[in-house]
């Protein structure tokens, strides 16, 4: 790849990322939102780019599977994602 395609390609890429999140918002706005069940509300609240698994796990006394089981469907139903934060994965709501 010469550096005419390689910039060409880099341009075509730009703003990919901002392009995707809105794609995905408008998609949502189609679906119906998912519901959070009784179990889940607790770890759904700590989702506020504070609480890392460990701190879930102390604020609600369930085991670190459990809560990594919780946070994993969240994650499928679109409502919560991860991201590091001074070096630890915290998860915030979408």
Not at 25 to 54: A, M
Request: glycine share 6%; net charge positive.
């Amino acid at each position: 790849m010469d550096k005419k395609q390689f910039d060409e390609l880099v341009k075509s890429l730009d703003g990919i990322e901002e392009k995707l999140d809105i794609l995905i918002n408008l998609q949502k706005r189609g679906l119906p939102k998912p519901s959070v069940g009784r179990e889940e509300k607790k770890i759904f609240q700590l989702c506020d780019r504070k609480h890392t698994v460990e701190d879930m796990v102390r604020e609600t006394g369930k085991t670190k599977n459990n809560v990594n089981v919780i946070l994993s469907r969240l994650r499928d139903k679109g409502l919560i994602r991860s991201t590091e934060v001074k070096n630890a994965t915290v998860y915030e709501k979408i």
